[in-house]
């Protein structure tokens, strides 16, 4: 299954630690939102995010936590299944839905969900706002937040 091979990968970030931070800044946010705090609705029907949840959803973006086509398109390919998105979207609910499970969740899966969660706007609109309701979203900083320090370290290695 990939999800075992995917939960043994270690936690490298390779980029500015001040981006990861960015984003643990939205916690609190995420913690304690309210409906108003996330999404307007519209007379017509419509609905669009506030401007503050679009800055959470650019700051995830701009800090590469987000795993990238490709290597999504690869981790797919080891479902070996035409169905694989949709296995991988149960796995990854399954987990995200589990705290057991979410406390070996490693920067490898949080990069992946975070790519499918951005992604299944285009497919469900309002799903970002469903995943704050679940709090899938301050699920995954809280474990971005937990796993901070093996982050840190790792980047300090790197460091010339």
Not at 31 to 44: C, F, G, L, P
Request: glycine share 2%; aromatic share 14%.
């Amino acid at each position: 299954m990939p999800i075992q091979f995917l939960l043994k990968e270690k936690n490298e970030y390779l980029y500015d630690i001040h981006l990861y931070c960015d984003t643990l800044s939205f916690l609190p946010f995420l913690e304690n939102a309210i409906e108003t705090d996330y999404i307007i609705y519209h007379e017509d029907q419509t609905f669009e995010y506030t401007p503050h949840f679009y800055s959470f959803i650019n700051t995830l973006l701009d800090s590469k936590i987000i795993e990238d086509a490709n290597s999504m398109e690869d981790f797919l390919e080891m479902y070996n299944s035409k169905n694989a998105y949709r296995l991988w979207i149960k796995d990854m609910n399954t987990i995200l839905n589990n705290d057991d499970y979410m406390l070996m969740t490693n920067l490898s899966f949080i990069r992946k969900a975070l790519y499918s969660m951005i992604k299944l706007e285009n497919i469900i609109e309002g799903s970002w706002g469903i995943d704050v309701e679940t709090g899938n979203w301050c699920k995954i900083l809280k474990r971005l937040k937990t796993i901070l320090p093996e982050v840190y370290r790792c980047q300090k290695e790197n460091m010339h």
